[in-house]
């Protein structure tokens, strides 16, 4: 009954349409996108605009009544799901808020918008936006700054809480704060934003923020680079993020996941033959400094060009002007001045660049298909980064025979993304988790990169954390949370 008088309640305040309690329709809000994690709930709310969020979490403080902030749902670590019946605050609603300043090259955004739709309206300016990630379509802004997320381009423009000049948020008692101007230099307290990103909700609700955009890109070129060893392929990505400073991006893949999305997305062979780690690069032209141009090399990826190169055996294609290189003829020779590079493949066309990407972009859609994959988002120093990549499968297929295991990353900052399909229920995943966590903190890494902790991770947080570090995590929520009603089961763990 307690409940039912809180939906009332709720009503009242914001009105019967955005207070959803048939069963079809929550469906869609009680499980996370692998479908590893779904829970339950007695409402999802949808409030229109900041007043309505103030009002729900109010209302929900005054009746101690939890609350799972939620966005668009593409969490991979359970952060967004009603685990223990709370009741879901969607922020999907929080759209009207969508404005570019262009003169101070900043916009102000709504939580619900997606971060295409980020994307566009900072283009139609002729400005970008730092942050991208594959599901950009259904991810929505104020979710990545809930789990501070970083994406492709992290190399560049570093992660959300890079982004971010000022936020509008919702705390635990119902108070809105709210400091949007966007100055690049305020000084007067605390940085608020930065608390907020990356705390998934637990310490307030993030309703809109204030980011920063960047130069939009002239021109790009992609090379797919295929190596003999992972640990060749690390040493190519440390060359090129030390000596090329037009590096957008450097991802990391292994044949046994090329060769899955290959099969799964019917794509062609990019490079002749198998080569047991891959790089894919991305330079990016901001400055016009490079002439204008295009180009593609061979590997099944058409394009244009005149000018010719040649690059382990491959001819590397592109066109340029006197005295000023194209961004592709830049990007050839970086990659013919590495060691280890057997075969490549690069672009400088629009086409070209995106069907290089797909081979790594793909690489979720793929893992996928074998059924719902236990993901570890983690980071490891560079120096133990390739012997960690060749352990942790003997680790997995020690526990798990029958399991298989998948690895891609941001290589540049050390990310490994380990997904593993193939095992025999939950208590075997929590045996691999502890085994692959494990390694990670023996070798003085972190649990979790960009996907955050959420009620997966909460319980190996102290790998990472000290005692009194994770006390200080629980002051600070009390003070922004005092009844402790946001996001309650995820973050921290059970206190003792």
Sequence with gaps: MARDHVLE???DAIGDTPVLTDPDIMAGYVGDWTGRFVGRTAAVVRPANTAGVAAVVEICARHETPLVPQGGNTGLVGGGVPTRGEIVLSLRGLTDTLSVDAAAAQATVGAGVLVSALHAAASAAGLAYGVDLASRDSA????TVATNAGGLRVLQHGDTRAQLLGVEAVVGDGSIISHLAGLPRDNTGYHLPS????SEGTLGVVTAVRVRLVPATRARAVGLLGFASV????????LLRNGLPALAAAEFMLSPGLDLVIRACHLSRPLRGRHAAYLLIEI?????AYAVGSGTAVGGIPGSGTASRNIAGRGITGTGSAGRATVLETLADAV???PGVQDASLAGDARGCRALWAYRERHTESISTFGTPVKMDVTLP???LPSFVETVPATVTGIAPEARTWLFGHVAEGNVHVNVTGTGGEAEDRRIEDAVFGLVADNGGSISTEHGIGTAKR???PLNRSPSEIAAFRRIKQALDPAGILNPNVLLPDAP
């Design 9 to 11: 309640t709720l009503r």
């Design 140 to 143: 929505t802004v104020g979710g």
């Design 195 to 198: 608390l907020l990103a990356g």
């Design 231 to 238: 640990e060749q392929a690390v040493t190519a990505a440390s």
């Design 284 to 288: 990016a032209d901001k400055t016009g």
């Design 336 to 338: 013919a001045g590495l």
């Design 382 to 384: 560079l120096a133990v």
């Design 459 to 461: 319980r190996w947080l």
